[in-house]
Each structure stands twice: as C-alpha cells, then as structure tokens.
C-alpha cells in the first residue's frame, strides 16, 4: 500500500506505526514534515514543505494561529501537488493538524484523510479557567477561533483517532462519532522495572539506584499545565524535612503549553522565590531514552501533575517500568489512576497533601529498611498492569495498523 503521512514534525506521534509500516519493502510510504532533523526511519521517505512566509505582525490576535496553520497547509499543499505530478497515489492519508493537513482533501479528493485528533480547546470545563482566573471574552473569543483549523480537519477527514476518552469528549459532540480512541501505546518490554538499575546525574558523580530515595519529575517543559510550579514548592517542603532525600527533574527549562513569562522561566522564578538545597535537587535537562528509563526505574515515588488537558506519554511511562505514582486528581490522570489501587491522587493544588503523602510513603519505606510496604508494592505491580492491560503497545499498534490499511481499502 502507499501511505501519506504528514506532521509538522517527525516522526512525531507516528514513529511506532512508521517502524512497522516500513518493515514491509511492498509499503510505499512519505511522510512531509516542516522541520528538517537527522532522524531517518528505514521504508519512509521523508519530504520538507517549505514555508512561505511568516504570520505577520500586524495579523489579528484571534487570527495567528490561524494563519500560522494556513501557511503550513499551504506549503504541504504544494508539497503533495509535487508528488502527485511525479505519480505519487496515496491508498490512505494520516495528519496530524496544525494546519498542515487542511488543503489534502482539495489534492486528494478520493484518498481517505485520517486525522489524528489531539486536543479541542473549550473555556470551561478543562484546561482554560484551570488557573483560577475566569477566562473573559476576549480570552473565549480567542479559543473560538483556534479551533477554526480543528473543525476544518474534523469536518474533511473520513476518520479520526484519538489516544484517550478524556481528550475525545472535549471535541464537539456532533463529531465526536468520527472519532476513534486508540492510544498511541507503551512499549512495556522497554520500560520494564529493574532493581539494579543506577543513574547518574549528568556532570556530577552522584550515582543513584533503587536503594536510595529519590522523587522524580519528568516533562517536556517546566510550565504551570503540567504542576511545575506546584512541583517546586511540594520539593522544597520534603527537601527541608528528608535529609537523604534526592529530587531529579528530567525536562527542559522551556514552555510547551500555555503562556511565557517574560524575561525569566518558571524555573529561574521557583528557584528564586523557594528555599532549596540544591545539593540534593537535580535538573538532568532533556535524556535520551536509556537515561531517562534508568531514571525512572530508581525512582522511590513519581510525581505527575498536569492540568486538565493531554495526557503525558510520560506518566504511563512511568507506570510501565513500575513506578509508585503520586499525581494530581485531574481528568486525564483519573481515566487511568485509581486511587489506592494503582497510585496515589491528590488535588492539584493542595501542595501539603502531595508533600504529606509522599513524605509518609517515604517514611514507610525508610522504617521498612528501604522497602516500600505491601500496600504500595501492589500499587507499583498494580500501575505496569494497568499499562499492560489498556495501554501496551504490542496489543494497541495492530489495531492502529489495521485501523490505518483498513480506511485505505475502502477508498
């Protein structure tokens, strides 16, 4: 079969389905993105679309996301102009949105256009208004208009997925039927638990492994949607309190979701206003993949907050190798947590409960002789389980696989 694929990225959230795809020499298989990196999947042709322009200055505020999509569309547009002049028929199309998906249908009339379906923007009832402060009109108007590229993908493509219940039922009822729930999965044979497992900390010669006590925090940025700040403050309090403990935070000192500030980051602001031994708190900065799965298979307690807004590959990650989670009770993280069955949730505001609640799990494994209880020795089996049962990729990419040949072949 002839697969199209196109991300602004690569490979973004295809890389599993790409690896499998490519492994049959029969599958044709092009992917456009609109950013140049050096990673090379075997069987994919990657091709650049080119930008033409920048969203001007002077655009209306509501419309810059808007014309930032329409111009990536624009440049995947002619980039798949180009290969359909050369011969290029794909049996099936898979897009992410952001724009880059919006002009295929007028290329590819015939060609199914499967649209992955990552987050719908509402200015209640999730992520906006999260923060406490009550979105006005200019703020509702706004995230109306975001959402102008999603309904055009939702209304154009003949099928789209989505990887969780909590992330589909944000998208207008009216469509929701086109949309399917398949996570992208978890790869459980690679992140596995392992008891011997050691870590060191980048730049230093402190080695840490399971016999240590040791709060890990993973993100991609260091930002309110994901419970930095908050992060922060529940590390200060168990640092002035447990003098073995080390905090580790792996992720980059940067903003992915929600708005900057200015002239500083979250972390320069936290670690200016807290009181914080830097002796026993360690930023990792981003790690590759052996790293980062070390880090988690030494870690004495995982903290997970997030907003309630997309769901981190990294917390059930994180569950896979094993990890005693303790995450906010937000939406997301309640589709897969249970509390005290499979991890601890607490409200994502309430500092002292995480710091409380941690400090006795850490408290009860020190009086244990560094051994967590029974208790929470099931929740850390009962947390990979959960992943093996919903999450595992060897059981979800089949029917992603199937799902993607399938709309293919009633074209």
């Known amino acids: 079969m002839k697969f199209l694929f196109s991300h602004r990225n690569f490979p973004a959230q295809f ?33 650049l679309y080119k930008l033409k322009r920048k969203v001007p200055q002077n655009a209306h505020r509501y419309l810059k996301q808007y014309e930032e999509a329409i111009i990536h569309g624009q440049g995947a547009a002619e980039a798949a102009i180009a290969l359909k002049n050369s011969g290029f ?56 208009c975001n959402n102008s590229q999603f309904l055009q993908d ?43 497992a050691e870590f060191r900390i980048p730049d230093s010669d402190i080695i840490l492994s399971c016999k240590d006590e040791v709060l890990t925090y993973a993100t991609r940025g260091m930002e309110p949607y994901r419970g930095f700040p908050q992060f922060m403050e529940i590390a200060e309090k168990l640092l002035q309190k447990r003098k073995n403990l080390h905090v580790v935070i792996a992720g980059e000192d940067r903003v992915c979701y929600g708005p900057k500030l200015r002239n500083t980051t979250f972390k320069e602001l936290m670690l200016k206003n807290l009181n914080l031994d830097l002796s026993k708190l360690h930023f990792t900065g981003g790690l590759p993949y052996k790293e980062y799965r070390k880090l988690l298979q030494i870690s004495s307690v995982h903290c997970y907050l997030t907003y309630p807004f997309v769901l981190s590959w990294s917390m ?55 051994v ?39 074209k």
């Open 15 to 47: 890389k599993h389905i790409l690896n499998e795809l490519g492994k049959d020499s029969s599958n044709k298989i092009v992917f456009l993105t609109g950013t140049e990196n050096p990673v090379e999947i075997k069987g994919v042709k990657k091709v």
């Open 89 to 144: 028929a794909p049996d099936v199309i898979y897009a992410h949105g952001w724009g880059n998906s919006m002009f295929f249908k007028d290329i590819f009339p015939d060609v199914p256009l499967i649209n992955y379906c990552e987050w719908y923007y509402n200015s209640s009832g999730a992520d906006i208004g999260f923060d406490r402060i009550m979105p006005d009109y200019d703020r509702k108007a706004l995230t109306r």
């Open 154 to 196: 939702l209304i154009s493509c003949n099928l789209g997925i989505c990887p969780t219940k909590w992330q589909k039922s944000q998208f207008p009822k009216e469509l929701q039927s086109k949309i399917n729930v398949i996570h992208d999965g978890i790869d459980t044979d690679y992140f596995i638990p392992n008891p011997d």
């Open 316 to 370: 059930l990650e994180a569950m896979a190798t094993g990890c005693l989670i303790v995450g906010s009770k937000t939406q997301p993280v309640e589709e897969v947590i249970k509390n005290e069955e499979n991890g601890y949730l607490v409200d994502f505001y309430d500092v002292n409960l995480f710091a409380k609640t941690i400090d006795e799990i850490l408290e009860s494994r020190l009086q244990n002789n560094g």
């Open 372 to 410: 967590h209880s029974d208790k929470n020795l099931k929740l850390k089996t009962n947390a990979r389980k959960t992943i093996i049962e919903n999450y595992d990729l060897k059981k979800l990419l089949p029917k992603h696989i199937e799902l993607i040949k399938n709309a293919g072949l009633k």
